[in-house]
């Protein structure tokens, strides 16, 4: 037991707090031998030995068992540090050596052995100069629950200047504290304190574990404090998700938002917008295509040299379809619905024969990659760009509809077109332009979901029916309606997933948006008044 | 329920409507007797349409009573069909016809019959009923195109085919929105002596523009502004009338 | 029984059709020597049969797009649930010729280790409920969704947009091993329809001839639908909705008989096409197959019926024919068809011949519109037709 061995432990870091390191040699020396014994329990004795004695090299050779990369000669019991690379170190005294492989055996490990150098491990380097190990340390005691470190982990505290290395280390001691039979209640209400100050999993497993025998005192504060944990981190989980709808509701704003321009200002049914935000991402594919062939150095900007010319690529294409069939079904939203229809399956089979039906490989940029943890949230890089993308794309589109003459024709048209156009506005042009702008939108929205989704000729499909009822739930004809709709239809659906599942939540989610629709046909954020029904 | 039993056939007591914060009509009461006919004027916005929309079900006013046949009825709960049923019909500014159908298939659609769906699927045109489309069509002058689509019919003929699909539902009273508009003159005096005759046996009442229209009918009229009344009796009475004059004159 | 006036022309010879293809086809397949010119080979029964199908549920979509303006995109799911419900018969019919060999769970669900049938699989081993539900399971979902739907007033693309996630739903939903219905895989390797093998040329001849029958079938109840006077109401709803509402119409009530009995039709055309090709999975609910029977109407014509059926026809042997031959090239000429049809063709071939044909035995009368969008009658000559 790990337990016997407290007093030796406590006495050796004593010994190494105090600075008195005279017989650290020998003991280092004398310690690393037992490893060669091949038992569990000796190498167990060992690894304390090698602990305690302080030698510089202490944390090397246990964190090399730790890896497996310890290495004994049976026939002179000397020890070797295998490096990662596959070198050979002498561990008593650190030189580089060369050895007969096959007379080498790596030092065995078991569970409680791996615990012992857990645990030797944190001590080793609960005083080391980098903060960061210091908490890593202050962690792996606090795993270990190991009551014999507990002196050491006081006089770290002592010393400690660092606030955020302090509360590791108080948190370990507290954790040492509750699992310890004699500590005193004061003690342990301390802990308890400082655990539900921690708050998350580890803190409420600590908590949840307090042995019978603790004082009823502290029993009762560590269920409190448990139940005040679990209510927290329901909380946290809950933002969490509403975070995953967040991101969610962007990605449904930007492949919606060229939707509520062209449904909303023209009345446009148009069914090959998700194929415009298609082409907008297979645009970001060509660009990459191009740098990584001729450009490398420029890959970090790829998406932003993407992003005019899927505007200008989706927006070309959007234009000539409104020129070339839209225009002449104005005024007969079925109609254009199929049209649009077989335009989207026109230009899905010319993506197909161009590029192949497979998924297209769309990279993310360094700058994109990784995660940040935000209070106990894990947020992704990627998302979070695509969240403050999406939010550009929204406020420019609503300063462009409010501020350019475009913007007030588009406006005018929205409201009264044969007034529009008998005020001098060119109402064809006017649609023509709304219907470039709307799909140059989806196009950009294209570069974003290129880095999220695979790129294929179906990446539009995916998202139409999607679009539709968000543009539907918010209301046609209304910027901010889309916003609340995409955003509340994203919440919703990652806050049903963990609930009903993922397939369960979305057929949820779109039985209720049916259901809406049927209470407020003409979604949240209506226009209201004489022309609406023109 | 009502307390008081009115003698009217329509009753609007105190009726509003509020769009967004816009009052469409403004504690509007009306009434309008058995067999009466009733000239409404007013200028745009004046809340004509409104009114007639809470007196057919198509809005429901935000406060205020609208009852039907001395308060038998209460138009603010029941769907427009239902008070289609109930005998109140209504003729749109434009004229809104079937144009698909032929102008007998547009009068056969119109007659009071049972309206529910299943009957209508197993219905068959009975004597009483062909003699009934006969007497409309020669009543509307549109005999001679009876198997004609209604599309193909000029702007007069389909406000006169939209008349007689009125009176095919045998209504108690009328709503009329502008009858006379697009109409040469002799078509607006046809129009006026139809309105007339209609009105010996059920109520009219006929929302217009035109005053000339309006004088040849020689009603009552009622004048509306900003969603209440204005001015009501006679003709000359409310054209004498200061306020009227001040709100069409724009002073 | 059948007047002149319940068929009309097309009607007449369109019916004459279907019913000598019931007897011609099966007859020259099982009669006439396999060398022979006129030999119907047998793979081309099922092909053909399933051509019908799809012809009965273009049917069932002009009678309400055509006559009551309801655009669906989601009949698919109304024809797939019709097709389930046959499925889940001819899954009961198999016993214990599975790979599993369990008397009563089909192979799936033991594969999934469940014990017992699911309550809603109960009763389908008997025929006769099995054949009510393919009716009644379309009928129900149609009357439910119908009910909220024109209470509420919703209408024109608003009404499509969520039939089509109706259908989206129900795909979704399909796909999941735990509802029940096979997940991704659905419902095949039938052996037995009522006794008889469904690989079996007299099977398939048979159930050719059901199919043609059951077309014939639709194609008089729809007549019969759309000559009567609630077929002028529902064409009164399509075009003037609200003034339908104000001579007295409850327009609602209306709607949902004919979705309803739409979707039946649609259910039952799903049921004649799972055994005759051997298998239904979820896939049929996808909304790309609802649009693409929406464009076989087009093509046939919209509101024609006949044409309707015409055209599910034409499509979809237009469609075996390029697949075969050019099969990158099926979805191009497929999109091209909707563009073409809605911009060149709006009446589709059935429409525009009709109109061909009367408008060569009559003067012409052309429609304009005037400066009030107002559709105004001049003769050939130019002049207004003068108003008396």
């Known amino acids: 037991m790990v337990l016997r061995n407290f007093p030796a432990i406590a006495f050796a870091l004593c010994l190494i707090v105090l600075g008195a390191g005279s017989a650290r040699a020998d003991a280092y020396t004398d310690a690393l031998a037992r490893f060669a014994a091949d038992s569990y329990s000796e190498t167990e004795a060992a690894i304390e030995g090698v602990a305690a004695s302080g030698h510089p090299l202490a944390a090397e050779v246990v964190s090399a068992l730790q890896a497996g990369r310890l290495l004994v000669r049976a026939a002179d019991r000397a020890v070797f540090i295998r490096d990662p690379a596959g070198g050979l170190k002498d561990a008593r005294t650190g030189e580089a050596t060369t050895a007969n492989a096959a007379d080498l055996k790596a030092v065995r490990l078991n569970n409680r052995v791996r615990r012992a150098a857990d645990a030797a491990m944190g001590q080793l380097t609960l005083r080391a100069p980098d903060p960061r190990r210091r908490i890593e340390a202050a962690a792996a005691v606090f795993k270990s629950r190991d009551a014999g470190a507990l002196a050491a982990i006081e006089s770290a505290i002592a010393a400690e200047q660092d606030p955020g290395v302090l509360r590791a280390f108080r948190e370990a001691r507290a954790s040492i504290a509750l699992a310890k039979p004699d500590a005193s209640a004061a003690d342990q209400v301390a802990a308890v304190e400082v655990l539900r100050a921690k708050g998350d999993r580890d803190a409420l497993a600590l908590l949840r574990q ?25 909380l946290l989980q809950r933002a969490q998700d509403v975070a995953y709808g967040v991101s969610l509701g962007s990605v449904l704003l930007l492949a919606a938002i060229g939707l509520a321009i062209t449904f909303g200002v023209m009345g446009v049914i148009n069914m090959a917008h998700g194929e415009m935000v298609m082409l907008g991402a297979y645009t970001t594919f060509m660009v990459q295509e191009v740098i990584r062939t001729r450009f490398p150095e420029l890959f970090g900007a790829s998406l932003f040299i993407a992003l005019p010319l899927a505007f200008l690529v989706a927006g070309a294409v959007g234009v000539l379809i409104e020129h070339s069939v839209i225009r002449f079904l104005y005024g007969r939203p079925l109609e254009t619905l199929l049209a649009t229809w077989g335009i989207s399956l026109i230009l899905q089979q010319a993506v197909r024969s161009i590029f192949g039906a497979q998924n297209r490989e769309v990279g993310t940029p360094a700058w994109m990659s990784g995660s940040v943890d935000l209070w106990g949230l894990t947020l992704t890089w990627n998302r979070i760009v695509i969240v403050l993308f999406a939010t550009a794309v929204f406020v420019a589109l609503l300063v462009a509809l409010k501020h350019t003459s475009l913007g007030l024709q588009i406006r005018a048209v929205t409201q009264n077109r044969r007034m529009a156009g008998a005020m001098g506005i060119r109402t064809d042009w006017v649609d023509a332009m709304t219907f470039g702008l709307g799909s140059g939108v989806a196009g950009i929205a294209g570069v974003a979901l290129s880095q999220i989704d695979n790129v294929s000729p179906n990446l539009g499909q995916g998202y139409i029916i999607d679009s539709f009822l968000v543009v539907v739930f918010g209301g046609v004809g209304n910027l901010w309606g889309t916003l609340v709709g995409a955003m509340s239809i994203g919440i919703a659906n990652k806050l049903l997933e963990p609930v009903a599942g993922a397939v369960l939540g979305k057929i949820l989610l779109l039985v209720a948006v049916i259901l809406f629709i049927q209470k407020r046909p003409r979604g949240l954020f209506a226009l209201k008044g004489r022309f609406v029904e023109a | 329920m009502q307390t008081t039993t009115t003698p009217s056939l329509l009753y609007l007591d105190a009726v509003s409507v509020v769009f967004d914060g816009f009052r469409a009509l403004n504690n509007l009461s009306l009434a309008i007797d058995q067999h009466e006919m009733r000239a409404i004027i007013g200028p745009n916005g004046a809340g004509k349409t409104t009114m007639m929309d809470v007196i057919t079900g198509k809005t429901r006013p935000t406060s205020g009573q609208a009852s039907f046949e001395g308060g038998k009825y209460d138009l603010t709960k029941l769907d427009e069909a239902s008070i289609a049923q109930l005998g109140i019909g209504r003729k749109f500014q434009t004229p809104t016809v079937f144009e698909m159908h032929t102008v007998e298939d547009n009068l056969r659609l119109a007659l009071k019959a049972d309206r529910r769906a299943v009957p209508t699927l197993f219905w068959r045109e009975s004597r009483a009923e062909r003699e009934r489309v006969d007497s409309l069509l020669e009543r509307i002058r549109l005999k001679d195109h009876r198997a004609r689509k209604a599309a193909e019919l000029s702007h007069g003929q389909k406000q006169w085919l939209e008349i007689g699909m009125l009176l095919a539902q045998e209504p108690k009273l009328l709503l009329v929105d502008e009858p006379a508009a697009g109409m040469t003159d002799q078509e607006t005096a046809d129009t006026a002596d139809l309105l007339r005759e209609i009105a010996r046996t059920r109520a009219v009442v006929v929302v217009e523009h035109d005053m000339v229209f309006v004088r040849d009918l020689g009603v009552k009229v009622t004048c509306l502004h900003e969603g209440s009344v204005l001015a009501e009796g006679p003709l000359d009475q409310v054209s004498a009338n200061e306020r009227v004059i001040e709100v069409y004159l724009g002073r | 029984m059948i007047s002149a006036r319940l068929l009309g022309r097309t009607g007449t010879i369109f019916l004459a059709i279907v019913l000598a293809v019931a007897v011609l086809v099966p007859m020259s397949n099982l009669l006439l020597p396999v060398g022979s010119p006129l030999h119907v080979p047998d793979y081309m029964m099922p092909l053909l049969g399933k051509y019908l199908c799809y012809a009965l549920l273009a049917l069932s979509v002009d009678l309400v797009w055509g006559y009551a303006g309801i655009l669906s995109l989601g009949h698919g799911a109304f024809f797939a649930l019709g097709g389930y419900a046959m499925g889940m018969y001819l899954m009961r019919q198999i016993g214990t010729r599975g790979v599993y060999a369990n008397p009563v769970l089909p192979d799936f669900m033991v594969f999934l280790n469940w014990k017992e049938l699911p309550w809603y699989w109960w009763g389908f081993d008997h025929f006769p409920f099995a054949a009510l539900m393919v009716l009644a399971a379309p009928g129900l979902l149609a009357f439910v ?60 001849a048979a159930l ?46 209306y709607k949902l008989f004919v979705w309803t009995v739409s979707a039946m039709l649609a259910g039952l055309a799903g049921a004649l096409y799972v055994p005759q090709v051997g298998i239904i999975n979820p896939s049929e609910f996808a909304p790309a197959n609802s649009i693409e029977t929406v464009i076989w109407v087009a093509v046939g014509g919209r509101g024609t019926l006949a044409g309707a059926a015409l055209g599910g026809v034409v499509v979809n042997a237009g469609k075996t024919w390029f697949t075969g031959m050019l099969p990158e090239l099926w979805l191009f000429a497929l999109g091209a068809l909707f563009v073409l049809v809605t911009l060149f063709l709006p009446k589709g071939i059935l429409g525009t011949f009709t109109e061909w044909w009367t408008g060569r035995r009559r003067p012409a009368v052309a429609e304009i519109e005037d400066e009030d969008g107002v559709a105004r009658a001049i003769d050939s000559r130019g002049a207004p037709v003068p108003a008396e």
């Open chain 3, 145 to 204: 969704f119908g009910w909220f739907a024109f209470r509420s007033r919703v209408t024109g693309v608003y009404l499509s947009i969520i039939t089509q996630a109706m259908t989206f739903a129900l795909l979704l939903a399909f796909f999941r091993n735990d509802m029940g219905f096979g997940g991704n895989n659905g419902l095949t390797d039938f052996k037995d329809i009522l006794g008889f093998p469904v690989q079996a040329q007299g099977t398939r």
């Open chain 3, 208 to 253: 050719f001839a059901l199919s043609a029958l059951a077309l014939a079938g639709g194609f008089l109840l729809c007549r019969f639908i759309v000559t009567s006077k609630l077929g002028k109401v529902l064409v009164a709803i399509r075009d003037a909705e609200s003034r339908t509402r104000f001579i007295g119409y409850r327009v609602e009530n």
């Open chain 1, 210 to 234: 307090i042995p019978p025998s603790a004082p009823d005192e502290v029993r009762g504060l560590a269920q409190l404090a448990a139940s005040s944990i679990e209510s927290r981190l329901a």
